[in-house]
């Protein structure tokens, strides 16, 4: 199983970045999918979550209408558009697998994680 996160970087704050996660090794189109960040000193927390289908998605409250969270099933990755952003959103952003949907929960329910990008948001 292999979930690599790309599309990291510097941007300012009020700037946008777009973050994928490209899949294998397991059959991504009946798992849920997640993205979550860890910055220094906290724990990982999550940040939005698609079910399988794409019909059932949530976030986090501090990234509601900034963050969107899409899948393209037919090249096993997920996305995460990231606008409006602050200071506060950096951290090192993960995506993660599970076999059943639920609305955005803890790091431990996750079955596969991969290596995180670095999102740095200066002021």
């Known amino acids: 199983v292999q979930l690599q996160a790309s599309g990291g970087g510097v941007v300012q704050a009020g700037g946008s970045l777009r973050l994928s996660c490209a899949a294998s090794g397991f059959t991504f189109d009946t798992y849920t999918m997640a993205w979550f960040r860890q910055s220094s000193g906290q724990e990982r927390e999550p940040v939005a979550v698609?079910?399988?289908?794409?019909?059932?998605?949530d976030y986090a409250d501090s990234v509601k209408e900034r963050f969107t969270i899409t899948r393209d099933n037919t090249k096993n990755l997920v996305y995460l558009q990231m606008d409006s952003l602050k200071p506060e959103d950096t951290a090192v952003y993960y995506c993660a697998a599970k076999k059943y949907y639920s609305n955005i929960s803890g790091a431990h329910l996750y079955e596969y994680w991969g290596r995180g990008t670095q999102v740095t948001v200066s002021s």
């Open positions: 698609i079910s399988w289908t794409a019909l059932s998605i």
